[in-house]
């Protein structure tokens, strides 16, 4: 299975942009999907996680209330509704693909390479 995200840009402190990471190949229904972020010279960071098949989420605290992940199984695409951003969401942000319910990014065998999103002040 192969991730290819986009949606990423440059916008304004409060503004909204949409991630998608679209799949190619299938995805198993008891897959874990995630966006990870990572900002310069920090450690790659858990935001949110959804399973394939069923609604389950988690957010990471940060992000809780302002982003929003969502899955279409029939464009095999997971997708990233990013709402009120800040200039702390500045930061390449990667799907990726795994099996296990975990916000650890070890859980995760498969990755987007990555789409960058810079929030000005």
């Known amino acids: 299975v192969q991730l290819q995200a986009s949606g990423g840009g440059l916008v304004q402190a409060g503004a909204s942009l949409r991630l998608s990471c679209a799949a190619s190949?299938?995805?198993?229904?008891?897959?874990?999907m995630a966006w990870f972020r990572q900002a310069p010279g920090m450690e790659r960071e858990f935001v949110a996680l959804?399973?394939?098949?069923?609604?389950?989420?988690d957010y990471a605290e940060s992000v809780k209330g302002r982003f929003t992940i969502s899955r279409d199984s029939a464009r095999n695409t997971v997708y990233l509704q990013m709402n009120s951003l800040k200039p702390e969401d500045t930061a390449v942000y990667y799907c990726?693909?795994?099996?296990?319910?975990?916000?650890?990014?070890?859980?995760?065998?498969?990755w987007g390479q990555g789409t960058q999103v810079t929030v000005s002040s």
């Open positions: 990726a693909r795994g099996s296990q319910w975990s916000r650890q990014r070890g859980a995760y065998v498969n």
């Open positions: 190949g299938r995805i198993y229904s008891s897959a874990v």
């Open positions: 959804t399973r394939w098949s069923r609604d389950s989420t």
